[in-house]
């Protein structure tokens, strides 16, 4: 849509027709918002945010009409040299639109084509690993840093503290994960003490390992930025290379060109382009010596005041690697798919169904009071995460009220129906226990038993997800302040997030990649299953030790578990012995 004052009747037919299209033919397709024509809005000091005050000032505006968008993104297409003219203005809507893209693209199905799946679908982060290579004082922890925007790699001039083994940092770009690993010092260097054998088999090792499992993804090798190429950068090169082509062969590699702060112009438009003139000076060279790259980034990693002090210098520098990066660090490979069996419970009010619908990105699920369902009432939902298939049972769970006669009996008859749903697709993965953030209840302890204890038998991992915490500061200090007393009231969880699913929070997002995450942990999680008799005869137990209400004995248990748990009868007569004789024991 163009970025005009107000929003009009020809954007919402537009949308509305659109919508319509999109529900009849791929309903599961999301829909993002990319506001055009902004450039008139555009403030040299904050490029992206003066574009983004275009959707605060309409955004309740697409909400009175009915318009609803899973993303957006408030740009100009113009180049920097049109009017407005503005350096880095291009760069910055290029990336936001691959952000949005990245986002909430839906996944390919492996023959290319778009998948299908039931409801919706759930992409979550992949990881990409890049390497950090080259000799010893280059500035491969700085670069990291610069990257990650923190200071977590340890950067020194120090020639006696130099990264003497592996470690990684994660840069976290949306739905990608881009892992920096930090590498000893290949070969003697300008600085530091680790000996050249050292760092050679961290190295090899390093990839080797990475090699056997999700990939190398880029190899972005540092060199110094000096007058000429050196023996020794062609050195460490000549080895870099030859350890890729024997353990990771098809892992592109990169130049990264540092401390070349001198060969910034402070009074150039363009800084990046200043410092790319070692690579226009160098070039020749490089090709003699068959030192060869699929990209390159002449930078510094200093900050904006040192000298020659140049404002904004340091953030060029990092979108140059960052798009480096992005540009080319390989796809990660793909992995065989998997099936992730979910029992999403709780008890009414907490949440469940806007879970669902957080972690599907739009309305799937009705959210609505569920206290009018009955115990163990299952509805299913399918997303997709990378390579796994999310099943998830969003389950009712024990209320406080039932205890009478009618809700026990209609207890009894979905356990069976859930008994023999999962028992078809080959069992649980998990539960994610959903409650709300406030003091612990004898019907979230009871419920608690009734799924990990009686359903899971003690052998499904369990994980907590804490909903309603939109007002805490950071959503995280709720369970540092109630993890002991749930562990005292007899609730263990394996994991656990924080969030709040009020759509529009400013929490929102971050709720949903903390969801994610906690699903990602169990990706490879088997399945807890049991012969389906013997499951149901312990359920059935279960819940009615639970409740406090006996079951039928004899005849009249096998008679009731035909007619109200509609069991074929030589079922029903296997079933009732099962009981029996638990309860005998």
């Given at each position: 849509?163009?970025?005009?004052?107000?929003?009009?009747?020809?954007?919402?037919?537009?949308?509305?027709?659109?919508?319509?299209?999109?529900?009849?033919?791929?309903?599961?397709?999301?829909?993002?918002?990319?506001?055009?024509?902004?450039?008139?809005?555009?403030?040299?000091?904050?490029?992206?945010?003066?574009?983004?005050?275009?959707?605060?000032?309409?955004?309740?505006?697409?909400?009175?009409?009915?318009?609803?968008?899973?993303?957006?993104?408030?740009?100009?297409?113009?180049?920097?040299?049109?009017?407005?003219?503005?350096?880095?203005?291009?760069?910055?809507?290029?990336?936001?639109?691959?952000?949005?893209?990245?986002?909430?693209?839906?996944?390919?199905?492996?023959?290319?084509?778009?998948?299908?799946?039931?409801?919706?679908?759930?992409?979550?982060?992949?990881?990409?690993?890049?390497?950090?290579?080259?000799?010893?004082?280059?500035?491969?922890?700085?670069?990291?840093?610069?990257?990650?925007?923190?200071?977590?790699?340890?950067?020194?001039?120090?020639?006696?503290?130099?990264?003497?083994?592996?470690?990684?940092?994660?840069?976290?770009?949306?739905?990608?994960?881009?892992?920096?690993?930090?590498?000893?010092?290949?070969?003697?260097?300008?600085?530091?003490?680790?000996?050249?054998?050292?760092?050679?088999?961290?190295?090899?090792?390093?990839?080797?390992?990475l090699g056997r499992g999700a990939g190398v993804h880029l190899l972005i090798v540092?060199?110094?930025?000096?007058?000429?190429?050196?023996?020794?950068?062609?050195?460490?090169?000549?080895?870099?290379?030859?350890?890729?082509?024997?353990?990771?062969?098809?892992?592109?590699?990169?130049?990264?060109?540092?401390?070349?702060?001198?060969?910034?112009?402070?009074?150039?438009?363009?800084?990046?382009?200043?410092?790319?003139?070692?690579?226009?000076?160098?070039?020749?060279?490089?090709?003699?010596?068959?030192?060869?790259?699929?990209?390159?980034?002449?930078?510094?990693?200093?900050?904006?005041?040192?000298?020659?002090?140049?404002p904004g210098r340091r953030d060029d520098c990092q979108r140059l690697v960052r798009?480096?990066?992005?540009?080319?660090?390989?796809?990660?490979?793909?992995?065989?798919?998997?099936?992730?069996?979910?029992?999403?419970?709780?008890?009414?009010?907490?949440?469940?169904?806007?879970?669902?619908?957080?972690?599907?990105?739009?309305?799937?699920?009705?959210?609505?009071?569920?206290?009018?369902?009955?115990?163990?009432?299952?509805?299913?939902?399918?997303?997709?995460?990378?390579?796994?298939?999310?099943?998830?049972?969003?389950?009712?769970?024990?209320?406080?009220?039932?205890?009478?006669?009618?809700?026990?009996?209609?207890?009894?008859?979905?356990?069976?129906?859930?008994?023999?749903?999962?028992?078809?697709?080959?069992?649980?993965?998990?539960?994610?226990?959903?409650?709300?953030?406030?003091?612990?209840?004898?019907?979230?302890?009871?419920?608690?038993?009734?799924?990990?204890?009686?359903?899971?038998?003690?052998?499904?991992?369990?994980?907590?997800?804490?909903?309603?915490?939109?007002?805490?500061?950071?959503?995280?200090?709720?369970?540092?302040?109630?993890?002991?007393?749930?562990?005292?009231?007899?609730?263990?969880?394996?994991?656990?997030?924080?969030?709040?699913?009020?759509?529009?929070?400013?929490?929102?997002?971050?709720?949903?990649?903390?969801?994610?995450?906690?699903?990602?942990?169990?990706?490879?999680?088997?399945?807890?299953?049991?012969?389906?008799?013997?499951?149901?005869?312990?359920?059935?137990?279960?819940?009615?030790?639970?409740?406090?209400?006996?079951?039928?004995?004899?005849?009249?248990?096998?008679?009731?578990?035909?007619?109200?748990?509609?069991?074929?009868?030589?079922?029903?007569?296997?079933?009732?012995?099962?009981?029996?004789?638990?309860?005998?024991?």
């Open positions: 849509m163009r970025g005009i004052a107000r929003i009009t009747r020809g954007m919402r037919q537009t949308y509305e027709a659109v919508l319509r299209i999109r529900d009849q033919v791929s309903p599961q397709i999301p829909v993002v918002a990319v506001i055009t024509e902004l450039e008139k809005r555009c403030d040299e000091a904050n490029v992206v945010s003066s574009m983004e005050e275009w959707w605060t000032g309409n955004e309740s505006v697409l909400a009175a009409f009915g318009m609803s968008f899973c993303g957006h993104a408030c740009l100009t297409t113009l180049p920097d040299d049109c009017h407005p003219q503005m350096s880095g203005r291009h760069a910055e809507c290029q990336r936001l639109a691959r952000n949005l893209l990245i986002d909430h693209s839906l996944p390919l199905s492996p023959r290319g084509g778009s998948m299908r799946m039931t409801n919706t679908s759930l992409s979550l982060k992949l990881t990409r690993n890049i390497v950090v290579v080259g000799e010893t004082g280059v500035g491969k922890s700085s670069i990291i840093n610069l990257v990650v925007g923190t200071d977590s790699a340890v950067a020194t001039s120090d020639a006696g503290a130099v990264t003497v083994g592996t470690s990684y940092h994660d840069w976290d770009l949306l739905q990608t994960t881009f892992r920096l690993w930090d590498t000893p010092g290949l070969g003697r260097g300008p600085s530091g003490s680790t000996s050249s054998k050292h760092a050679f088999n961290a190295l090899r090792s390093l990839l080797t390992e540092c060199f110094r930025g000096g007058r000429r190429v050196t023996k020794s950068m062609k050195q460490t090169y000549d080895a870099i290379l030859a350890l890729r082509d024997r353990v990771s062969p098809d892992t592109p590699l990169v130049a990264v060109i540092t401390e070349l702060e001198r060969k910034s112009n402070a009074g150039a438009r363009d800084v990046l382009a200043g410092m790319d003139q070692w690579w226009h000076a160098n070039a020749g060279d490089l090709s003699d010596l068959c030192m060869t790259f699929t990209g390159h980034a002449c930078i510094t990693t200093l900050a904006d005041d040192a000298h020659p002090a140049i798009d480096l990066i992005i540009d080319h660090a390989l796809t990660p490979r793909s992995v065989p798919a998997q099936d992730l069996h979910v029992i999403l419970f709780g008890e009414s009010g907490v949440g469940k169904s806007s879970l669902v619908n957080l972690l599907a990105g739009w309305h799937v699920a009705e959210v609505s009071p569920d206290s009018v369902a009955c115990t163990l009432t299952a509805t299913e939902y399918q997303f997709q995460l990378g390579a796994t298939t999310i099943r998830l049972w969003d389950t009712v769970g024990l209320e406080e009220p039932e205890s009478g006669t009618s809700g026990y009996v209609g207890a009894i008859e979905r356990a069976t129906e859930l008994v023999q749903r999962l028992s078809a697709s080959g069992g649980i993965s998990l539960f994610l226990f959903c409650v709300r953030g406030n003091r612990v209840t004898t019907t979230m302890q009871s419920n608690y038993r009734l799924f990990y204890e009686v359903l899971g038998n003690k052998k499904v991992p369990i994980a907590l997800a804490v909903t309603h915490l939109e007002r805490e500061r950071v959503m995280e200090a709720w369970w540092e302040r109630n993890a002991r007393t749930l562990e005292q009231s007899g609730i263990r969880v394996g994991g656990h997030a924080c969030i709040t699913t009020l759509e529009g929070h400013a929490k929102y997002l971050e709720s949903r990649h903390a969801v994610q995450e906690l699903l990602w942990q169990y990706a490879e999680q088997g399945k807890f299953s049991m012969p389906s008799e013997t499951w149901l005869s312990r359920v059935l137990s279960g819940l009615s030790a639970l409740l406090g209400l006996g079951l039928p004995k004899g005849k009249d248990l096998t008679r009731f578990l035909t007619k109200r748990c509609h069991l074929e009868p030589d079922v029903a007569q296997r079933v009732a012995a099962c009981i029996e004789a638990t309860t005998d024991t």
